[in-house]
């Protein structure tokens, strides 16, 4: 049974950084792809950004290139998402999920495991 477990969440000012982190279990997570999605209050869910755990390729959306990092500690079943530069836009619940395969796609229908979610708010 995988299990995806966030952390990292918080309240920060505009301009600030917080990285988030996914702690991955239940399975051998060689084959597979991680992802960040968010959601703000009375807003559908979004992509942020997505690593293949094998190959590393990498995803963005295009509102979070060159500001959020996403990378994994193979060691340790960890995938984080580094975040600088935060907007209030940023503020929502950043939930991290997982799907079989290497390709890195943002369509969340394609993720099979989800986690609780942390929350982030950034103030003005």
């Known amino acids: 049974q995988v299990q995806l477990v966030e952390s990292g969440g918080g309240l920060v000012q505009a301009g600030g950084s917080l990285r988030l982190s996914c702690a991955a279990s239940?399975?051998?997570?060689?084959?597979?792809?991680m992802g960040w999605f968010r959601q703000a209050p009375g807003k559908e869910r979004q992509f942020v950004a997505a690593i293949s755990w094998s190959g590393g390729g990498t995803n963005y959306a295009d509102s979070v290139k060159g500001r959020f990092t996403i990378s994994k500690d193979n060691a340790k079943n960890t995938v984080s998402l580094q975040m600088n530069s935060l907007k209030p836009e940023d503020t929502a619940v950043y939930c991290c999920a997982a799907r079989r395969g290497t390709a890195v796609p943002s369509t969340e229908k394609l993720y099979d495991h989800w986690g609780q979610g942390t929350q982030v708010t950034v103030s003005s």
């Open positions: 239940g399975r051998t997570f060689s084959s597979y792809t």
